[in-house]
T-cell receptor, first 113, second 108 residues
Framework: DAGITQSPRHKVTETGTPVTLRCHQT?????MYWYRQDPGHGLRLIHY???????DKGEVSDGYSVSRSKTEDFLLTLESATSSQTSVYFC????????????FGAGSRLTVL | GIQVEQSPPDLILQEGANSTLRCNFS?????LQWFHQNPWGQLINLFY???GTKQNGRLSATTVATERYSLLYISSSQTTDSGVYFC??????????FGKGTRLSVIA
């Protein structure tokens, strides 16, 4: 997966609990993204980062926060998970500028009961 | 924001057949990429093609940016081509926006 590791790969949790998903890259790429994939919706952008401590919201950012304290790590946090956040979460990276090829991690499947 | 529409939503092919997948977008873009998601969920980049034509083996893609569409051609399809094909577009430095995909099933 081109040096992108997502963890955990699978998680089951209960409504109201906090959850953190981690994306780690070894490519030293500037841009990192979190997308969620749901049936009938394709991939939708949650948050993205264009550098250390530089983040911005995407289309479906409500209920999510992110942090990027190091180039290689991009964390996605659900402060209080809800059943509507049951989804598959994909991390992706690109190189300098947003014009390079988007490369995805393997995905993290989250189930909120 | 920019809208991306892919057609057809579903496609069933006999092995060996050819197919054309279409991606229409609502605004000017300078970034367009095609992806394949295999049945195990892995997303693989096929083409970075904001304009022009590219070929990679049995797959080729053409983007006509002035008319706001892109086509993905699959020739001599194989069962391993099954999965979902996504088109994603972006303008300026904005993140890519994805279409809802075309689900392809190739039957032996």
């Amino acid at each position: 997966d081109a040096g992108i590791t997502q963890s955990p790969r699978h998680k089951v949790t209960e409504t109201g609990t906090p959850v953190t998903l981690r994306c780690h890259q070894t490519e030293n790429h500037r841009y990192m993204y979190w997308y969620r994939q749901d049936p009938g919706h394709g991939l939708r952008l949650i948050h993205y980062s264009y550098g250390v401590k530089d983040t911005d919201k995407g289309e479906v950012s409500d209920g999510y926060s992110v942090s990027r304290s190091k180039t290689e790590d991009f964390l996605l946090t659900l402060e209080s998970a809800t059943s509507s956040q049951t989804s598959v979460y994909f991390c992706a990276i690109t190189g300098q500028g947003a014009f390079n090829v988007l490369t995805f991690g393997a995905g993290s499947r989250l189930t909120v009961l | 924001g920019i809208q991306v529409e892919q057609s057809p939503p579903d496609l069933i092919l006999q092995e060996g057949a050819n197919s054309t997948l279409r991606c229409n977008f609502s605004d000017s873009v300078n970034n367009l990429q095609w992806f394949h998601q295999n049945p195990w969920g892995q997303l693989i980049n096929l083409f970075y093609i904001p304009s022009g034509t590219k070929q990679n083996g049995r797959l080729s893609a053409t983007t006509v940016a002035t008319e706001r569409y892109s086509l993905l051609y699959i020739s001599s399809s194989q069962t391993t081509d099954s999965g979902v094909y996504f088109c994603a577009v972006g303008g300026g430095n904005t993140p890519l926006v994805f279409g809802k995909g075309t689900r392809l099933s190739v039957i032996a």
